[in-house]
């Protein structure tokens, strides 16, 4: 495995990661904001409106940063790949086809718990300006904030996975569905403005996942709503915030 594969591997990723975070924030953006008019500070007085793009463009810069960061941490992996380093596989009948999909809820789970922790971690005082603050710029969140880390959070966050590959047998496709499920899971829950539904399959997903109205109040409150995808870390541990139930 030589350097320049590596600096390959890095500059197509780098790509790959920009390009998935524009499509996806920005199709929602497109969809919910434009067409759907469901943002209340894009409807608002032009002051509101001029601060919700300046708070978005930083977002973006921010953004591109951690997409860099990102691919650094994918280069790795897979140069750790070539290398013979990790547990990831090609051939689906090595584990069975049934751990594909078990091997994907643990690792959401894992991750949830990883996130939750780390997550709470990064708002004591002591840290929270050198990691954290600058995701918590945007007071409204908007579905391009869902990739705005400052540098140590963005490699914090993404070494989960690096270790997570070296540890456990992963295929690939598992790998992809997690990091898919992962960015589609953080541009929902920063859209902004709050979704429910009053079906009871809504209301009980909602008990149980973490979602747009959770992360709407943590933007605002800082102390309630620390987990990625479940409920379970913030019922256990209260830090769920009673009027979201």
Known sequence: MSDYSFWLYWFILSGAILGRYFLIAGG?????????????????????????????????????????????????????YDLGLTRLYTNPQDHGLWYLGLSFVIVLMLQDTYFYFTHRLFHHPAIFKQIHQGHHRSTHP?????????????????????????????????????LTTMTLWSVLNHLGFERSSSSAIGAWLGRSLIGPRHHLIHHRQYKVHYGLYFTFWDKLLGTQDPKSH
């Open 28 to 80: 929602a953006h497109l969809v919910f904001y434009a067409w759907l008019g469901k943002s209340a500070a894009m409807r608002g007085k032009p002051s509101e409106r001029r601060l919700l793009w300046r708070s978005i463009h930083r977002d973006v810069k921010l953004s591109m940063i951690s997409a860099v960061i990102f691919a650094l941490c994918a280069a790795l992996i897979l140069s750790a």
């Open 142 to 178: 908007t579905p391009w904030t869902s990739f705005a880390f400052d540098p140590p959070e963005a490699f914090i966050q993404a070494f989960f996975l690096v270790v997570i590959v070296l540890i456990m047998p992963l295929h690939f496709a598992t790998l992809a569905a997690v």
